[in-house]
Every structure is written in structure tokens, then in C-alpha cells.
T-cell receptor, first 115, second 113 residues
Framework: DTAVSQTPKYLVTQMGNDKSIKCEQN?????MYWYKQDSKKFLKIMFS???????INETVPNRFSPKSPDKAHLNLHINSLELGDSAVYFC??????????????FGPGTRLTVL | DAKTTQPPSMDCAEGRAANLPCNHS???????VYWYRQIHSQGPQYIIH???NNETNEMASLIITEDRKSSTLILPHATLRDTAVYYC??????????????FGQGTTLQVKP
């Protein structure tokens, strides 16, 4: 069974469109994350939700809106897509209960290409 | 979170030990040292973490110096499948822990036949 899954794996779209990426984890974790890896391979945290509550919100344009309908899902909606949004987006999850959260499990990534 | 410094790239012969260094001279007392790796086109994968004692698991060993200002990840018998970018990260535990990982540039390890 896949621990952290993302859909779609590839997404090609035009500038100005709105798109969503979905993430699901079946590990029973209480915390989920979105990371962005750009063309230079830098991997940066964008958002994190703990028990459906936003706990990390890095300096990200407000065109990006995460939504966590429950602890097992964290979706990322992007409005008015721009060329610079082209990247690989990784979802991850961990358990922060007890102040630990040693290991984050990452999904396979969604490669977004904006034309 | 403290900053880490790693060499940008390293080579290792297949079957030999790969020793990946990391400097974290500004690490504070409640920060742990973590290692993740990212094999091409995949999501990062947790390897190991430690506070001050040396740690070993089925994947690797982590050696942390006594002053905790540097550490070394050891892959005892590197295989071609260990070719990846290896990230050394320091992260706080405890009540202020958000799980946030700050990735640097990492070390690209190339294992050669």
C-alpha cells in the first residue's frame, strides 16, 4: 500500500488557469506538508497542517491555498498559474504527537508545467 | 534552525564505505541532526537522526562529534542504488516542533562501479 500518494503525477497547463493537486496519507499521521522543488532542485517548505490546523505558512503567494478536509488529506489549489509556478510539488506527512515527528514520509511528487 | 554546510558532490566506489560530512557549528542544545536523501525523481527519504550519541540503523550510521558541531553519515557498503542527493538537516524537537525541514543544497553522491 502506498503510504503518501499524490494526484496527478504530471500536470501541464496554460498560464492563468486554476489547478489542484491532491495528497492522501494512510499512515495515521496528524501532520501533512507541501514542499516545492524548483528547477534548481531547491526544496522548500510551503505549508503544514497539524490536525487540520495550519501551522506553517511560509512566504507563498496567496494564489496558493491549501485545504485539509481531514487529517488524511491535504490538497493544494493554485489560482492564476504563472510560469514561475512550474516545479515539482511534494506532499509529506509525519506524526508530531509527543513533540517528536522524527520521520517525514514523502509522496512521489507532482510535476507541474505551466506553459 | 541551525544552518548546515555540506560538500556539493562526492564519489564512492561500489562496495566501499561512503562517508558524507556535515558541518553544523551553530547547532543548539535541543536540535537534532537528521539525514534524508533524494534519489533522482523521487521524494526525499528519511535515513537516520541523532542528538549526540552515535546511531546506527539498517541503512546507515551517524557519527556526531563530541562538540556536536559536525557529523558524518556512513553508508557501510555503497551500492549503485545509493546514488542520490544527501541532505543534512538540523531540527528542534519539543513543544515548538512544527516538523519543518529546511533543506540545503545537499551532497550529490555518485556511486561508481
Amino acid at each position: 500500500d502506498t503510504a503518501v500518494s499524490q494526484t496527478p503525477k504530471y500536470l501541464v497547463t496554460q498560464m492563468g488557469n486554476d489547478k489542484s493537486i491532491k495528497c492522501e496519507q494512510n499512515l495515521g499521521h496528524d501532520t501533512m506538508y507541501w514542499y516545492k522543488q524548483d528547477s534548481k532542485k531547491f526544496l522548500k517548505i510551503m505549508f503544514s497542517y497539524n490536525n487540520k490546523e495550519l501551522i506553517i505558512n511560509e512566504t507563498v503567494p496567496n494564489r496558493f491555498s491549501p485545504k485539509s478536509p481531514d487529517k488524511a488529506h491535504l490538497n493544494l489549489h493554485i489560482n492564476s498559474l504563472e510560469l514561475g509556478d512550474s516545479a515539482v510539488y511534494f506532499c509529506a506527512s509525519s506524526s508530531l504527537a509527543g513533540g517528536q515527528g522524527h520521520e517525514q514520509f514523502f509522496g512521489p511528487g507532482t510535476r507541474l508545467t505551466v506553459l | 534552525d541551525a544552518k548546515t554546510t555540506q560538500p556539493p558532490s562526492m564519489d564512492c566506489a561500489e562496495g566501499r564505505a561512503a562517508n558524507l560530512p556535515c558541518n553544523h557549528s551553530t547547532i543548539s542544545g535541543n536540535e537534532y541532526v537528521y539525514w534524508y536523501r533524494q534519489i533522482h525523481s523521487q521524494g526525499p527519504q528519511y535515513i537516520i537522526h541523532g542528538l549526540k550519541n552515535n546511531e546506527t540503523n539498517e541503512m546507515a550510521s551517524l557519527i556526531i562529534t563530541e562538540d556536536r558541531k559536525s557529523s558524518t553519515l556512513i553508508l557501510p557498503h555503497a551500492t549503485l542504488r545509493d546514488t542520490a542527493v544527501y541532505y543534512c538537516i538540523v531540527r528542534v524537537h519539543g513543544s515548538s516542533n512544527t516538523g519543518k525541514l529546511i533543506f540545503g543544497q545537499g551532497t550529490t553522491l555518485q556511486v561508481k562501479p
